[in-house]
C-alpha cells in the first residue's frame, strides 16, 4: 500500500532565509508525487509534482522540490522564505500500482517569521 | 478558468440526521474523487468515480454512499450522521490520465455534526 511520512508537525524558519519540508514515500509501483498548500479554512492548492524526468522540479511562488529514489524522498525547497509562505503543506502521493487516488502526508505546517 | 465547486460551503446537522454534499468538477473532467480531512488531520481518501462508475475505495463509512451523474456532478450522501463526521469533505476532480493534467481541488464543504 502507499503511504506519505512527513516527520515534521511544523517548521519555522525566519522571513529570507532558505526553507525545506521533508516527505518520504513508499510505493509498489513508481511514484508519481505531488505538494499541496493549504491556507486556513480553504481548500487545497496545488504547488508542484513529479512524474518523470528531472529531478528538480520547480513549481508554483518560487517553490521546487527534489525527488530522490535512493532515499524515497521528495522534499519541498524555497530559496528565501516570506512570511506569506506560512500554511499548511502537503505532501501525496500515487501509486503507479494502486489506482488514481492520493494518499497525503500528515502535514507539516510552515511559520515563517519576519 | 473554471474550478471545482462544492456545495454547500458549510452545513450544519444534528445527530442522526442526514446530509448531501454536491461536487461539480472541471468541464471535461471524468473522474472525482472525495476526501474526508479531520480536524488537525491529513485528508482521507473516501471513494472516486470515473465515467459515473465506481473506481477506488478508501475509508468510506458504510453509512456513506456516493455516485457520479450523467453530468459528471458527484453526490455525497451521508446518513446516521454521528458527532466524528464533522470535518471538511473535499472533492477533486481530474482527467483519467491525472498523473499528466493533475488534480484539482474543491474549496470543500465544512459539515459540522451537533
Known amino acids: 500500500a502507499q503511504s506519505v511520512a512527513q516527520p515534521e508537525d511544523q517548521v519555522n524558519v525566519a522571513e529570507g532565509n532558505p526553507l525545506t519540508v521533508k516527505c518520504t514515500y513508499s510505493v509498489s509501483g513508481n511514484p508519481y508525487l505531488f505538494w499541496y498548500v493549504q491556507y486556513p479554512n480553504r481548500g487545497l492548492q496545488f504547488l508542484l509534482k513529479y512524474i518523470t524526468g528531472d529531478n528538480l522540479v520547480k513549481g508554483s511562488y518560487g517553490f521546487e522540490a527534489e525527488f530522490n529514489k535512493s532515499q524515497t524522498s521528495f522534499h519541498l525547497k524555497k530559496p528565501s522564505a516570506l512570511v506569506s509562505d506560512s500554511a499548511l503543506y502537503f505532501c501525496?502521493?500515487?501509486?503507479?500500482?494502486?489506482?488514481?487516488?492520493?494518499?497525503f502526508g500528515g502535514g507539516t505546517r510552515l511559520m515563517v517569521k519576519p | 478558468a473554471a474550478g471545482v465547486i462544492q456545495s454547500p460551503r458549510h452545513l450544519i446537522k444534528e445527530k442522526r440526521e442526514t446530509a448531501t454534499l454536491k461536487c461539480y468538477p472541471i468541464p471535461r473532467h471524468d473522474t472525482v474523487y472525495w476526501y474526508q480531512q479531520g480536524p488537525g488531520q491529513d485528508p482521507q481518501f473516501l471513494i472516486s468515480f470515473y465515467e459515473k462508475m465506481q473506481s477506488d475505495k478508501g475509508s468510506i463509512p458504510d453509512r456513506f454512499s456516493a455516485q457520479q451523474f450523467s453530468d459528471y456532478h458527484s453526490e455525497l450522501n451521508m446518513s446516521s450522521l454521528e458527532l466524528g463526521d464533522s470535518a471538511l469533505y473535499f472533492c477533486?476532480?481530474?482527467?483519467?490520465?491525472?498523473?499528466?493534467?493533475?488534480?484539482?481541488f474543491g474549496s470543500g464543504t465544512r459539515l459540522t455534526v451537533v
Open positions: 477533486a476532480s481530474s482527467n483519467r490520465d491525472s498523473v499528466i493534467y493533475g488534480y484539482t
Open positions: 501525496a502521493v500515487r501509486d503507479s500500482n494502486a489506482g488514481n487516488m492520493l494518499t
